[in-house]
């Protein structure tokens, strides 16, 4: 979920998107507890056969504005950097491409709600025409919050229509459309994602370190169990997104690589554990750095010593979080850390990142055991807290093919000094993650809920 995220896709048979469009991740989570009082359940009801796809459209549409409403129409206007983008233009942007990639196309005598609106809220779709600069969309002070939320009510009105038109008796429900409608839910539900990232940072340079909200965002463990290595025996094995059910284009083909043997950490790097490796002086140990990585830790005239939102008040850490500033919780999972650090951390600890086809692998296998032994170890936290960097660059699988037309933009030209992050966060709506899912960042980003899980060969 790189920032801003758009999407490119897959177009999926109608029976699956009708049948299955909102699972929760059935790896290693317990959907229960998933993203624990930002992200329900019960919010976003799984399609069924005797759902409607308009039931999706209204239920993710009307979550996108409920994280708007903590916030002022100041907080939803500003831009804390160039890779974020204000509240406000999340809110446009995702309600663009509903406008753009559908009802230019399937509404009969389509008029746009506002022409102007095609370049303001255009991210980078270079097909569809130009576009706002990126770095200057805090400058939108208008459209306003309120214009942004007619503009949206409007747009969903006439999805409305559309879709109910398309599903009433004697009309087909167009695949195109279908596929097109999906598309747009999931790119949406990036975009929710990244509206709490973007949030989070621009809070974090607000001295008063307001909250975002005072529920809480993920579940802790009472205990931490003691970190296990589960051993992998490797060999030929197939990757990518093997069923019929919504993807992205970058998650195919299927295909096969080659594993040696290793072993997966049980579970993610704790911020007590981080600590040890800040305490051994390891921010001040080139040894442990790749050169970019330690270039960069001294890029500015004030080196990086511990990950983004800590703050130190003499010998006891806080850490900001979308509750606040809170004193740092030692069992909770070390996050917002860039590539180079989890390199550098893996280094520390003998042990390395794991590359995608490796975390994938352990992660299906581990889901498509019949009969786990019960004393054998399980890998926990794959989808409920943080996206773990692996050491694979972000690059196209073999025999890859972008989809047709501006939607197929978005992953293909991106493939290029990027790394691969695997699971979901904390942050990542209900059912939009899977196993084959491969979310990607340059090698400095941090402000998303990046985490670090351990492999090492054997």
Not at 138 to 153: D, F, M, Q, V
Not at 378 to 405: C, E, K, V
Request: include cysteine; proline fraction near 8%; charged fraction near 20%.
């Amino acid at each position: 979920m790189r920032a801003p995220r758009e999407c490119s896709w897959l177009p999926c048979p109608v029976d699956a998107i009708l049948l299955s469009t909102n699972k929760a991740p059935v790896l290693g989570a317990s959907p229960p507890l998933l993203h624990a009082g930002l992200w329900p359940a019960k919010e976003i009801p799984t399609m069924t056969i005797s759902g409607s796809l308009l039931t999706r459209y209204e239920a993710v549409r009307s979550a996108t504005l409920k994280l708007a409403d903590p916030l002022s129409e100041e907080d939803c206007c500003v831009q804390s950097m160039p890779d974020a983008s204000p509240v406000k233009w999340h809110l446009a942007h995702t309600t663009w491409f509903f406008e753009t990639f559908i009802l230019e196309k399937f509404e009969a005598d389509f008029k746009p709600f506002q022409a102007a609106f095609r370049i303001l809220f255009n991210s980078y779709y270079n097909g569809v025409g130009e576009k706002y600069p990126r770095p200057n969309r805090g400058l939108l002070t208008r459209p306003s919050l309120a214009e942004i939320k007619a503009y949206r009510h409007h747009v969903d009105a006439r999805m409305h229509t559309l879709l109910l038109a398309a599903t009433t008796p004697g009309h087909a429900l167009s695949a195109d459309l279908a596929a097109m409608v999906v598309l747009g839910l999931h790119h949406e539900q990036q975009h929710q994602e990244l509206i709490l990232s973007d949030i989070l940072h621009l809070f974090w340079h607000n001295p008063l370190y307001p909250a975002y909200t005072p529920q809480p965002y993920e579940p802790v463990p009472d205990v931490i169990a003691p970190l296990q290595w589960v051993a992998i025996q490797g060999g030929v094995v197939r990757i990518g997104h093997a069923t019929d059910e919504f993807c992205f284009d970058n998650e195919l083909p299927r295909h096969r690589r080659y594993i040696e043997p290793f072993e997966l950490a049980s579970r993610l790097v704790t911020n007590d554990e981080y600590c040890a490796f800040m305490d051994a002086g390891a921010y001040q140990s080139p040894s442990l750095w790749l050169s970019a990585g330690w270039d960069w830790l001294h890029a500015a005239a004030q080196p990086i010593t511990h990950p983004l939102y800590w703050q130190q008040t003499g010998e006891k850490w806080n850490e900001f979080t979308l509750n606040g500033l809170t004193p740092l919780d030692g069992r909770r999972a070390v996050r917002h850390l860039s590539f180079f650090e989890a390199d550098a951390y893996a280094r520390w600890a003998k042990a390395r990142l794991p590359t995608e086809a490796e975390w994938e692998y352990a992660v299906t296998a581990q889901a498509g055991a019949n009969t786990p032994q019960p004393d054998s170890p399980t890998l926990a936290q794959l989808f409920d807290t943080g996206w773990q960097w692996t050491s694979s660059s972000y690059a196209p699988y073999p025999g890859f093919q972008p989809a047709r037309g501006a939607v197929g933009e978005y992953n293909g030209k991106f493939m290029v000094n990027q790394y691969v992050l695997r699971g979901a966060s904390c942050a990542t709506p209900t059912g939009h993650s899977r196993a084959t899912y491969r979310n990607f960042f340059p090698a400095q980003s941090r402000w998303q809920f990046t985490a670090l899980r351990l492999a090492r060969s054997t």
